[in-house]
């Protein structure tokens, strides 16, 4: 059955206006690392991969792509940083806005989260600590076998205003790409989250102890890059309740809410609203898959992601574990603007589509989550229409 829109409810398919962006509707590509950029550069495979994925005014988020070239975790993994991919990520924007899609390109820096195989010279990862994460987790290598985390060395400050100024560098190389804007990972364990938990953060510097000084290191790279681009370019994710990689924090709602806080009176100042907050709630763990995520009871999660929303000045964007039913619950009931859907847009590339008419979605296969091929579980997932899409797209 096709969703119809209520007269003044929004619905996941009804239209709506981010900043200076009109969105067509509310389904939106969730950033998600796929290890098909070889050595750090975008290839046509990303054009196909992220085209396909594109709806007349639709909203797609990249991968985590790489701020400089100390931020990698993962094997090929795209970057922004120097010309050449500048260069190769210009002809992915073109091919996704020569199909009406709107595309923020996610920055990355995955802190702790390394491996010496992924550092220049082969030395320490960096990080807000010397604490190692824990066994518990596993690092992917490039060989596809899985390593143990090693210990990452503590930036000095001195070196944090280096880092801060790869992300600005990064967001004004992501707008030369013809990017429509950025959004900063704050989430999931990386290395603005190893600041900004205080299960990971063990500074004694202005940078760690009080919940302020911990927001710190993220507000300063927001500043620098609305500074650069413009805040109405500028998105921020964070996930104060996820523990993965060990990012735990004693209190997730303060944590949330002291970044919303710094967010709103960011924008007050800047007197230019930026262009959304993207909140990960650990719901996705409840749907049979082995992402972690220290999670309370519903209650407590929706708590948690409401009070955020209705603190929140601004757009606010979901992701985690939605279903067409949650999704289309969560935009009609108030709790989102936007939703953001990760695997099932990995596994279904007209998934707009599906979700709307109410069709069976493909299941995605884990296991080419993050292997190289450019088309096995990357390009090749059916379309519902035998001509790729094309004929659904456009009835959207
Ligand atoms: C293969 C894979 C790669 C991911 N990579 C990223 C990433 O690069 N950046 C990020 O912020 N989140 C990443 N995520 C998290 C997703 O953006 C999303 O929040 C998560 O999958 C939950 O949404 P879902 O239940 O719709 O899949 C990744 C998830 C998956 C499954």
């Known amino acids: ?127 807000s600590t010397s604490k190692p994460i824990s066994n518990r987790w596993r690092i992917l290598m490039p060989d596809g076998s899985y390593g143990i985390y090693p210990k990452p060395r503590v930036l000095e400050i001195s070196e944090i205003q280096e880092v801060i100024e790869h992300y600005r560098k990064a967001a004004l190389n992501a707008i030369r790409a013809g990017f429509d804007g950025i959004e900063i990972h704050g989430a999931h364990g990386y290395l603005i989250d190893q600041f900004l938990k205080d299960g990971i953060n063990d500074r004694t510097d202005e940078y760690g102890g009080s919940l302020g000084n911990r927001c710190k290191f993220l ?8 500074a650069a681009i413009g805040a109405d370019r500028v998105a921020v994710r964070i996930s104060p309740a996820i523990d993965h990689l060990d990012a735990i924090d004693s209190n997730p709602l303060n944590l949330g ?10 924008q007050l100042q800047m007197g230019s609203k930026l262009s959304y907050l993207h909140v990960t709630q650990p719901r996705y763990h409840a749907y049979g898959q082995t992402e ?73 296969n884990r296991k080419t989550f993050y292997t190289q091929d450019p088309v096995v579980g990357y390009t090749d997932y059916p379309f519902l229409s035998k001509d790729k899409g094309t004929q659904g797209q456009s009835r959207l």
Not at 46 to 64: D, N, V
């Open 1 to 127: 059955m096709v969703e119809t829109k209520s007269q003044g409810t929004p619905t996941l398919f009804s239209p709506y206006k981010m900043g200076k962006f009109n969105l067509s509707h509310r389904v939106v590509l969730a950033p998600m690392t796929r290890c098909r950029a070889l050595n750090g550069i975008p290839r046509p495979a990303l054009a196909e991969y992220y085209t396909q994925r594109s709806t007349p005014g639709g909203f797609l988020i990249t991968e985590g792509t790489l701020v400089s070239n100390t931020a990698a975790g993962f094997p090929h993994v795209p970057g922004i940083y120097n010309e050449e991919q500048v260069e190769a990520w210009k002809k992915i924007v073109d091919a996704v806005h020569a199909k009406g899609s709107i595309i923020f390109c996610q920055l990355w820096h995955v802190g702790r989260a390394s491996h010496s195989v992924y550092q220049p010279g082969g030395g320490a990862p960096i990080s």
């Open 219 to 226: 507000m300063q790279i927001v500043q620098a890059v609305a």
């Open 257 to 266: 809410l002291a970044v919303v806080e710094r967010l709103n009176n960011l």
């Open 292 to 364: 972690s995520g220290r999670h309370g009871s519903e209650e407590e999660e929706a708590y948690l992601m409401r009070t955020l929303k209705r603190t929140y000045q601004g757009t606010f964007m979901c992701s985690g574990g939605f279903t067409r039913e949650l999704g289309i619950q969560a935009v009609a009931e108030g709790d989102a603007d936007l939703v953001s859907y990760g695997r099932l847009f990995i596994s279904n590339p007209d998934l707009v589509l599906r979700l709307k008419v109410n069709v069976p979605l493909n299941r995605y």
